[in-house]
Nanobody
Framework: QVHLVESGGGLVPPRESLRLSCAASERAFRIDTMGWYRQTPGKQRQLVAT???????RYADSVQGRFTITRDNAREAVYLQMDNLKLEDTATYYCYAKIANSWYDEGTDYWGQGTQVTVSS
């Protein structure tokens, strides 16, 4: 069973930067879209950014221009560079990946355990 392992959360003041990392715990047959979502207490999980295997990216309007998502297909890893952090970026961030087990498999959604990002002065 593949797991997604996240790292890089923490406590930072506003306008600082953080970099989140996420990697698969073992080699998968194929990893399609990867991404990051975030959630605050009492609210639904929301998209932050996604990236396809070919490198096409998508961002939430609230992070466009401040966050950058990248991936390393060889390492089966995805990264989120977060710059100019704001108080409202405080949330638990979850790594996401759609992982297929064969050529005919459409893929299954996998989630990391979550990493806390707190932006506070």
């Amino acid at each position: 069973q593949v797991h997604l392992v996240e790292s890089g959360g923490g406590l930072v003041p506003p306008r600082e930067s953080l970099r989140l990392s996420c990697a698969a715990s073992e080699r998968a047959f194929r990893i399609d879209t990867m991404g990051w979502y975030r959630q605050t207490p009492g609210k639904q999980r929301q998209l932050v950014a996604t990236i396809t295997r070919g490198g096409t990216t998508r961002y939430a309007d609230s992070v466009q221009g401040r966050f950058t998502i990248t991936r390393d297909n060889a390492r089966e890893a995805v990264y989120l560079q977060m710059d100019n952090l704001k108080l409202e970026d405080t949330a638990t961030y979850y790594c996401y990946a759609k992982i297929a087990n064969s050529w005919y498999d459409e893929g299954t959604d996998y989630w990391g355990q979550g990493t806390q990002v707190t932006v506070s002065s």
